[in-house]
Nanobody, 116 residues
Framework: QVQFVESGGGLVQPGGSLRLSCVAS????????MGWYRQTPGDERELVAL???????DYADSVKGRFTISRDNAKNTVYLQMNSLKPEDTAVYYC??????????WGQGTQVTVSS
């Protein structure tokens, strides 16, 4: 059984930064790809950043150059550093297995609001 717990969201002004964290339970963390996803009301959940078990990364075009995903396997944790935030980044952010998510493991997410 795997569980993901996200934290680090909040209210930030445009141009600001936030760092999200996701702690995973279970021993399989180090061998699975991980992704950060986001969802706004009425929209589909979208993958914004992916990190493979080997550490390779990929990003949605909308966040490329502004967001950085990383992982610490010793801490069973994946991070999302978000810089130069824009109002359109406002969403609930989730972590899950990449690249599609596992329906069994969606957590509560963490709200990110970018507003002046």
């Amino acid at each position: 059984q795997v569980q993901f717990v996200e934290s680090g969201g909040g209210l930030v002004q445009p141009g600001g930064s936030l760092r999200l964290s996701c702690v995973a339970s279970g021993s399989i963390f180090r061998i699975i790809h991980m992704g950060w996803y986001r969802q706004t009301p009425g929209d589909e959940r979208e993958l914004v950043a992916l990190i493979t078990s080997g550490g390779s990364t990929d990003y949605a075009d909308s966040v490329k150059g502004r967001f950085t995903i990383s992982r610490d396997n010793a801490k069973n944790t994946v991070y999302l550093q978000m810089n130069s935030l824009k109002p359109e980044d406002t969403a609930v952010y989730y972590c899950n297995r990449g690249p599609s998510g596992d329906s069994r493991y969606w957590g509560q997410g963490t709200q990110v609001t970018v507003s002046s």
